[in-house]
């Protein structure tokens, strides 16, 4: 893969959003252990949407695609939070080796993003139209704007039976395939990478029609808004920077039942046409890989809406 091209994936991981065509949904397993997080559904509280979008753009909640907030929440008719399952059994967890995972915690917010980019991957010559695909679930934590994590699994489908989690194997890639991610608290400089475990859409549907992005790196791309329902199960998540207990912690949350808001956005930046029906790209996001590619910048290893590490 040449220079321009990594340097491309690496810009473009650096934010997140929506793609995944049709409303398919996987057979789901009878016979698992409750998870020790879930979704629930409720109303928007009053001033509730002005308050979650300003705090999205103000701290980057959703990586590159925060400006998208102010939009998105008025597009769902109601919202969930994270909640401790009161069907999770702590004891069974720990004889299972499960351990808690305080980082990521109730009162948390999730959204899902199912994300293509289309460029050219080698700009000045002959069109080399490559594409970024992939489906993703975020989560963050209102009370420390520094505190987020992601979980990413490269595909062009809109829903998945379980997929094993390795982020080695994601970036060894180049985010082309494989399911990884991790968690960071910039606060502390303290960042978990996800090696283990597994990750499933079942449900990735109900989105309305296509809209214009109109702020943001991805100006000009389009977005629908819709619902995401799958699961994280087990994902261990070894410590690998700075100095946050625990050493390594599992997360595990089930928003199969109570879906979660989900973005699905279509990006083609020229020289790439867009198909029919959809618009140009024409935002700073691959004007930044192009400009990191003429300073001679070594890839940074990412995979996914944030950048590794704190």
Do not use: H
Not at 79 to 95: G, K, L, R
Not at 129 to 145: E, G, R
């Amino acid at each position: 893969m040449t220079t321009l091209r990594r340097l491309a994936l690496a810009a473009v991981l650096g934010g997140t959003a929506a793609l995944g065509f049709g409303c398919e949904k996987t057979t789901e397993p009878t016979d698992e252990e409750p998870a020790q997080y879930i979704s629930v559904r409720r109303a928007w509280r009053p001033g509730e949407r002005d308050s979650v979008a300003s705090y999205v753009v103000r701290t980057g909640a959703w990586g590159q695609y925060s400006d998208l907030a102010a939009t998105a929440v008025w597009a769902w008719d109601s919202t969930t939070d994270v909640i401790v399952n009161p069907e999770w059994q702590p004891a069974a967890a720990a004889a299972a080796g499960l351990r808690l995972a305080p980082q990521f915690a109730a009162g948390w917010g999730s959204v899902g993003m199912d994300v293509r980019i289309v460029f050219d991957s080698i700009p000045g010559g002959t069109v080399q139209k490559d594409s970024l695909d992939w489906v993703i679930t975020l989560w963050w934590n209102p009370a420390d704007s520094t505190w987020k994590g992601y979980m990413l699994n490269a595909t062009t489908d809109a829903t998945f039976v379980e997929r094993n989690v390795s982020t080695a194997f994601l970036d060894a890639s180049d985010g082309k395939d494989g399911a990884g991610g991790g968690e960071s608290r910039a606060a502390s400089g303290t960042y978990w990478e996800a090696e283990g475990g597994t990750y499933r859409i079942n449900e990735n549907a109900s989105y309305g029609g296509l809209s214009t992005i109109t702020s943001g790196p991805f100006l000009g791309g389009n977005i629908q808004y819709g619902l995401m329902g799958g699961r994280l199960r087990k994902v261990t998540m070894p410590r690998i920077a700075g100095a946050d207990a625990p050493a390594t912690q599992t997360v595990d949350y089930d928003f199969r039942f109570a879906r979660i808001g989900s973005q699905r956005m279509f990006c083609y930046f020229a020289p790439v046409t867009p198909p029919p029906g959809y618009t140009q790209c024409t935002g700073q996001a691959f004007a930044n890989i192009l400009a990191a590619a003429r300073a001679g910048r070594t890839i940074e290893t990412l995979s996914g809406p944030f950048p590794r590490g704190p």
